[in-house]
Structures are given as C-alpha cells and as structure tokens.
C-alpha cells in the first residue's frame, strides 16, 4: 500500500520484501504503517452497516477531490487479524483497491468485520518519512 502510493507519485519502487523483523508488516499495532506518512492520523469511520461504513469513507473521498487518495484499515472479528486497502477518488468516482492482488472491492470488504475498527487515513497530501525505505525497493 505504501509502494502503491509512491508509485501514483511516480516514483519508480517495488514493495519492499517482507522479511522476520519488519516492523511495518508485522507489528501488534494495526496503524504502526502510518509512520512513513508525516502526520498520518486516522479517523475511525461511523456506521455499523456495510453499506453506511463504505457510504461515509466514499462520501469523505469525494469531499477532498478527484485524485485523493486514503488507506483504510480494518481489524479481523478475532481482533488479530485485519487488513489495510486504498480508496481512490478517481474523475470523482470512488474505487476501493487492493494493491497487493489489484483486486477492486465493492461493500463486501465492509462486511464481517470487527464493529467499529474501520478507519482510514488521507495520504496522497502527506510526505513520505525516512521509514518508507522498510517499505520500498
């Protein structure tokens, strides 16, 4: 997700591999990948329903402008497992992405998951840290 942000940037990188101490990946923090984002904070996102959960981050990416960009996380049901994905706003249409399989989500991805652990960041406005190197080939 950080390498698909530096490349929209146009920066030319891969997704770093992960390797047994990567501190980004493998961290007990859900949010720790917001370090290489300079004043990434999140917003936890109202709405116990799919589709109001998927309203409410589609509805804050329109507000911004076409071309911006969030990551939105997730906790699992079992609180350990979670994921994190991108929401574009694209010539004003709303896309959910994930990166790492290219795979475009509709609101499924907003349902079966731990209540109230939706979240997201805004990061097309934010400046890289010197920890996106842990991030990116």
Avoid: C
């Amino acid at each position: 997700m950080i390498a698909y942000e530096a490349r929209r940037r146009g920066y030319d990188v891969h997704a770093a591999q992960s390797f047994e101490n990567d501190i980004l990946a493998l961290a007990n923090d859900p949010d720790l990948w917001t370090l290489a984002f300079k004043g990434a904070k999140m917003v936890r996102v109202e709405g116990y329903h799919p589709k109001s959960i998927e309203a409410n981050i589609a509805h804050a990416l329109k507000e911004y402008s076409p071309g911006s960009r969030v990551v939105v996380r997730y906790e699992g049901k079992n609180g350990y497992e979670g994921h994190v994905f991108i929401g574009e706003n694209i010539g004003g249409r709303v896309f959910f992405i994930d990166p790492q399989t290219n795979e475009f989500y509709g609101t499924e991805v907003f349902s079966g998951q731990k209540k109230n652990s939706f979240a997201y960041t805004r990061i097309d406005t934010l400046r890289f840290t010197d920890k996106i190197n842990f991030a990116v080939d």
